[in-house]
Antibody, heavy 121, light 107 residues
Framework: EVQVLESGGGLVEWGGSLRLSCAAS????????MNWVRQAPGKGLEWVSD????????YYADSVKGRFTISRDNSKSTLFLQMNSLRAEDTAVYYC??????????????WGRGTLVTVSS | DIQLTQSPSFLSASVGDRVIITCRAS??????LAWYQQKPGKAPKVLIY???TLQSGVPSRFSGGGSGTEFTLTISNLQPEDFATYYC?????????FGGGTKVEIK
């Protein structure tokens, strides 16, 4: 059974840093692209970042570019999101999601339950 | 960036109704579109991918259509468990944008 489980959320001060993790199981982790998607309280979904299976191609939303870094450790089947210079508008539930394929154009087939990040001003 | 406009943003419907949600893209995205359902406090789940392919395990009353810039999600014979918020997402070009969502509520 495919599972992805986020951790690392919490309360952080404005300008601070946080590192999210996503532990994956039930599939060959290195064969699939992975994403982070967030949802601010009461708002819609916002795509954050994407990384391919090898970890050598990454993409970011303009709202986080230069502040967030996506990475992965395929030996541990774990995805990361390093978040720096956090702002109030980064407050959201952050979801880890597995793409259906490694490569372009595939949807987000499996999602974790999410981890809440709250940035206090 | 590709903008996705969903309509309506809110709809009220009754059990047994047929509802249609539209997603318009600001440029041609071929068939690189997915639909997700999200219930309160839960993670989204994919219903339709590649514009019209039904995800395994999703009831056949859900169907997707369209290509290019106009897409639809149709729910036939609306069931109580279908009351939720629905999002479209384009997968053609980064950033992989979502539509604003359509909340389906019980009339």
């Amino acid at each position: 059974e495919v599972q992805v489980l986020e951790s690392g959320g919490g309360l952080v001060e404005w300008g601070g840093s946080l590192r999210l993790s996503c532990a994956a199981s039930g599939f060959t982790f290195s064969s699939y692209a992975m994403n982070w998607v967030r949802q601010a309280p009461g708002k819609g979904l916002e795509w954050v970042s994407d990384i391919n299976g090898r970890g050598d191609e990454t993409y970011y939303a303009d709202s986080v570019k230069g502040r967030f870094t996506i990475s992965r450790d395929n030996s541990k089947s774990t995805l990361f999101l390093q978040m720096n210079s956090l702002r109030a508008e980064d407050t959201a539930v952050y979801y880890c999601a597995k793409r259906r394929k490694d490569g372009y154009n595939s949807d987000l087939e499996y999602w974790g339950r999410g981890t809440l990040v709250t940035v206090s001003s | 960036d590709i903008q996705l406009t969903q309509s309506p943003s809110f709809l009220s419907a009754s059990v047994g109704d047929r509802v249609i949600i539209t997603c318009r893209a600001s440029q041609d995205i071929y068939s690189f579109l997915a639909w997700y359902q999200q219930k309160p406090g839960k993670a989204p789940k994919v219903l339709i991918y590649a514009a019209s392919t039904l995800q395994s395990g999703v009831p056949s009353r859900f169907s997707g259509g369209g290509s290019g810039t106009e897409f639809t999600l149709t729910i036939s014979n609306l069931q109580p468990e279908d009351f939720a918020t629905y999002y479209c997402q384009q997968l053609k070009i980064y950033p992989l944008t979502f539509g604003g969502g359509t909340k389906v509520e019980i009339k």
